[in-house]
Nanobody, 123 residues
Framework: QVQLVESGGGLVQAGGSLRLSCAASGGTLSHYGMGWFRQAPGKEREFVATISKWRSTTSYANSVKGRFTISRDNAKNTVYLQMNSLLPDETAVYYC????????????????WGQGTQVTVSS
């Protein structure tokens, strides 16, 4: 059973940056495609970014392309999400997730989830 723990959230002004981390235990992260999602109050969970198991192929939601970067360090069993030029409507709880099938863009394709980290972007 893989456990995922996110960190790095917080309060940032619009236009600022944050780097989220997702540390895994109980499993080898390189066996999984990894993804980041976010969920704002009253809204559905939304895909942000995903990265493949080994070759670090990535895919992003159109809304974050060019501003967010997903990366992984399999030696550290950690996945990252660098977020730049943040917008107020990107305030949400950000979740990382692991998928045995590899890269994926919908929540139901993921097998394991972290508890989330709050990101608040002030205007």
């Amino acid at each position: 059973q893989v456990q995922l723990v996110e960190s790095g959230g917080g309060l940032v002004q619009a236009g600022g940056s944050l780097r989220l981390s997702c540390a895994a235990s109980g499993g080898t992260l390189s066996h999984y495609g990894m993804g980041w999602f976010r969920q704002a109050p009253g809204k559905e969970r939304e895909f942000v970014a995903t990265i493949s198991k080994w070759r670090s192929t990535t895919s992003y939601a159109n809304s974050v392309k060019g501003r967010f970067t997903i990366s992984r360090d399999n030696a550290k069993n950690t996945v990252y999400l660098q977020m730049n030029s943040l917008l107020p409507d990107e305030t949400a709880v950000y979740y990382c997730a692991a998928a045995e099938r590899g890269m994926a863009t919908t929540p139901r394709e993921y097998d394991y989830w972290g508890q989330g980290t709050q990101v608040t972007v002030s205007s």
